[in-house]
């Protein structure tokens, strides 16, 4: 008990007043690896040779912890169960717990390198692993630790699903029981070496699938530095120290204006809406609230939403196929109503109306010839007991019959026309306007 209070007064000496909202306390980024294990709102911790240190934001030293100072900080994750401080193994499947002031070993798992830059996080209190890369391939599927057990369960989804590719290293958030992935490296199935991951996957603890958003319209394969900032959002700043807002949640890019670019990411984390950077024992900080509510600027989509743009696409088709369906009904419609020749006359608007063979030839001839010489149609019903005159007046009869029937029936003034012809004034020529009505 002294040797911890011994501890307490040395780190005690190494408190500097947090200073929020003052950018000219910020100092300029550094090589230097942060040693911030975790933080939740209230308290974050730090790594220091054999302990792990509990401070405030005011960066005053609350407690200290004893753990195995063997595992580097890119190796293990420190996360929050039940408000109580857990640090977990990226890599295998070693779980911490705090037991008498010293990070010990709860778990009955091994080091089996299968998921080494996995993803580690908290979901209803239960400790979450997604990914991972261990032996030539990576990992698509959850494992969730069992308290019961002690060891690492595979966690059971909808099998009808569409798996996302074995990933490793990716950029993640969790928020609201979605899932977000993107960047990082993913496994091909052809080769053994790894290939970017280009796309943006997304998986609803609720109903158990995962869905591929789409491929990321930001730039997955940059030396980005990214922060996690809660509600599905990432703060990144990209190598032109220019910074972002990737919000998963709702598929939209936006930039910070006016955030200093000197504060350090690779030695960062976010609590309470504030950006903060642990360097040489100090605690400086800068709040994002203004940023974040009244200086972005948006700058589009984050991914290209292939769920939205198949709903469009099949919206578009059903109203397509409706609005076809509706001119293809019409024009059947119309079509049926448009008169139409049969064996013994013809059709119009779904009634029959019959004709004798001779006006049945005619009307033939008059739809089927845009004009016909008189000389034609007397030789098609020339009877030869007639005489000349007879079967000139007969053709007269039946081409007025024929004319005043079908006039009458389609509602016209004259069907059939006649005028004489320009070669040969003494012959008439007959013809009609409305033989395209017809439905040959």
């Known amino acids: 008990m002294k040797i911890r209070v011994l501890i307490l007064l ?13 950018t000219d306390d910020l100092a300029k980024e550094t090589s230097q690896p942060s040693s911030v294990l975790g933080n939740d709102d209230r308290f974050f911790y730090v790594k220091n040779g054999d302990y792990i240190l509990k401070k405030n934001y005011k960066n005053i030293l609350l407690d200290s912890f004893l753990f195995d100072k063997r595992y580097p900080n890119k190796s293990i994750k420190l996360v929050f169960q039940n408000d109580a401080p857990v640090i977990v193994s990226r890599g295998g499947g070693m779980v911490w717990k705090v037991k008498n002031d010293t990070f010990k070993r709860a778990d009955k798992s091994y080091n089996h390198k299968m998921t080494n830059q996995s993803t580690v996080f908290v979901r209803n209190d239960t400790l979450m692993k997604f990914g991972g890369y261990g032996y030539w391939s990576r990992r698509n599927f959850f494992t969730y630790y069992s308290e019961t057990s002690r060891e690492w369960e595979y966690y059971p989804i909808n099998y009808r699903t569409h798996f996302p590719p074995g990933v490793s290293d990716v950029n993640s958030t969790y928020s609201n029981d979605y899932f977000y992935f993107s960047g990082g490296l993913k496994s091909d199935p052809k080769s053994a070496l790894a290939t970017n991951n280009d796309n943006v996957w997304r998986f609803n603890f609720k109903n158990k699938l995962w869905t591929n958003l789409g491929v990321a319209k930001f730039n997955t394969r940059s030396k980005e530095l990214i922060l996690d900032i809660g509600n599905g959002r990432h703060l990144a700043k990209n190598e032109e120290f220019n910074n972002f807002i990737y919000d998963y949640n709702n598929n939209k890019i936006s ?15 976010v609590a309470n809406d504030s950006l903060y950077n642990y360097r040489n024992n100090q605690l400086i ?27 469009d696409l099949r919206q578009f088709t059903g109203v397509a196929l409706i609005i076809l369906f509706i001119v293809v009904l019409f024009l059947y419609s119309k079509n ?37 010489e008189s000389k034609t149609l007397l030789k098609k019903i020339y009877d030869t007991e007639l005489s000349v005159a007879q079967n000139n007046r007969r053709k007269i009869e039946i081409v007025e019959s024929l004319n005043q029937k079908v006039s009458s029936v ?31």
């Open 10 to 22: 040395v780190f005690s000496f190494n408190y500097v007043l947090f200073s929020q909202n003052n």
């Open 255 to 269: 930039q910070l204006k006016g955030l200093n670019p000197t504060l350090g990411f690779n030695t960062g984390f």
């Open 285 to 311: 900080g800068l709040s994002l609230a203004d940023y974040l509510t009244t200086d972005l600027i948006e700058q589009g989509t984050m991914y290209i939403d292939t769920n939205l743009l198949f709903a």
């Open 336 to 372: 049926r109503k448009r008169p139409r020749l049969s064996e013994t006359g013809f059709r119009f608007n779904r009634v029959h109306y019959p004709l004798s063979k001779n006006e049945l030839m005619i009307l033939n001839l008059i739809l089927y010839n845009k004009r016909i």
């Open 410 to 440: 389609m509602g016209v003034k004259n069907f059939i026309n006649s005028k004489k012809s320009l070669k040969d004034q003494r012959m008439l020529i007959y013809y009609s306007n409305f033989r395209t009505e017809f439905i040959l």
